[in-house]
């Protein structure tokens, strides 16, 4: 069964950085393209990032240049490392294929305030 497992989250002030990490069963992680996505509190959960099986990478323009997504298919992971945060990042960040394909799992809760 496919499981996703995110991690990384917490408070952090304006301008700071975090690094979420996204465990995958092997099945999917090495396979195909997966994604993060995020979704703030009453709003719709919107893509953030995306990643293909050959590390092409897109960000949300919104995003550009902060984020970065990247993937370690050797450990079934995918990673979004968040710089220059600002308070309207807050969101619960949750991974999932381009698709959303699969169950989603809980998130992480990033909380970006002085």
């Known amino acids: 069964q496919v499981q996703l497992v995110e991690s990384g989250g917490g408070l952090v002030q304006p301008g700071g950085s975090l690094k979420l990490s996204c465990a995958t069963s092997?099945?999917?992680?090495?396979?195909?393209?997966m994604a993060w996505y995020r979704q703030a509190p009453g709003k719709q959960r919107d893509l953030v990032a995306r990643?293909?099986?050959?590390?092409?990478?897109y960000v949300a323009n919104s995003l550009r240049g902060r984020f970065t997504i990247s993937r370690d298919s050797a450990n079934n992971r995918v990673y979004l490392q968040m710089n220059n945060l600002k308070p309207e990042d807050t969101a619960v960040y949750y991974c999932?294929?381009?698709?959303?394909?699969?169950?989603w799992g809980q998130g992480t809760q990033v909380t970006v305030s002085s």
């Open positions: 092997g099945t999917i992680s090495a396979g195909i393209a």
């Open positions: 999932n294929g381009p698709s959303r394909q699969f169950p």
């Open positions: 990643i293909s099986v050959t590390g092409v990478t």
